[in-house]
Each structure stands twice: as C-alpha cells, then as structure tokens.
C-alpha cells in the first residue's frame, strides 16, 4: 500500500522560504514521477513541481519558477519542496503525489490526473 505524508506547512511571512517534506512507503519501483501540488478553497489542484526519480528532473509551474527547488531522497524515501520569496499568493495546502514505475513528462507531471497516489496534505499560509 502507498502511503504519503506531507509535513513542514506552516505560517510564514511574506519574503520568507519553507520547505516541505513528503514521506512516501510502499512504492515498488525506484523509477517514478512524484509531484507537488496545491490548493486553495474553491479551486482546483495546482501542479508546481515534480520529480523523476529514475534521473533527477525537475519540472516547474511558471507560477514558482525560479522560487522552488524539488528534491529526493531515496536512502530516506523523502521528497522536499523548498520555496523562496513567498507571497499571499503561495498561501495554500500542499499535497504530494506519485505515479509509480513511470516518468515525469514536462506538462502531464504538472496535471492532477497524471498522478495515482496522494497525501493528505499540508498547509501552508503566508502574512504580509
């Protein structure tokens, strides 16, 4: 059974960073797409960043490019999120997700229905 739990949301003010952390048990395979994504009340789930295990790229929404570094660590089964700069508009829950035995492909990574397996998710809010 695929487990993921997301921790590390929190309060923070604008301008300042946060990073993320996904626990994942249970995938199979070491070659995988993981995602980021997020959500705020009344709107649909945003992809920010994924990561392919199998060779280390990264993808990123245009709205943290340049903001956001994706992470792994396979020896510890963790995925990171870490972003700079936030603003109100990073204000939201996080949730990590994985696509087993599969790669990460530019704009489908990026999309809900890319990945099979979800957490629960972790909030963040940013004050000015």
């Known amino acids: 059974q695929v487990q993921l739990v997301e921790s590390g949301g929190g309060s923070v003010q604008a301008g300042g960073s946060l990073r993320l952390t996904c626990l994942i048990s249970g995938l199979r395979w070491s070659s995988n797409c993981l995602g980021w994504f997020r959500q705020v009340p009344g709107k649909g789930r945003e992809g920010v960043a994924a990561f392919d295990t199998g060779d280390g790229t990264t993808f990123y929404s245009d709205s943290v490019e340049g903001r956001a570094t994706a992470s792994h660590d396979a020896a510890k089964a963790t995925m990171f999120l870490q972003i700079s700069s936030l603003n109100r508009e990073d204000t939201a829950m996080y949730f990590c997700?994985?696509?087993?035995?599969?790669?990460?492909?530019?704009?489908?990574?990026?999309?809900?229905?890319?990945?099979?397996?979800w957490g629960q998710g972790t909030q963040v809010t940013v004050s000015s």
């Open positions: 997700a994985a696509r087993e035995s599969a790669i990460c492909q530019a704009e489908l990574s990026l999309r809900e229905r890319y990945f099979d397996f």
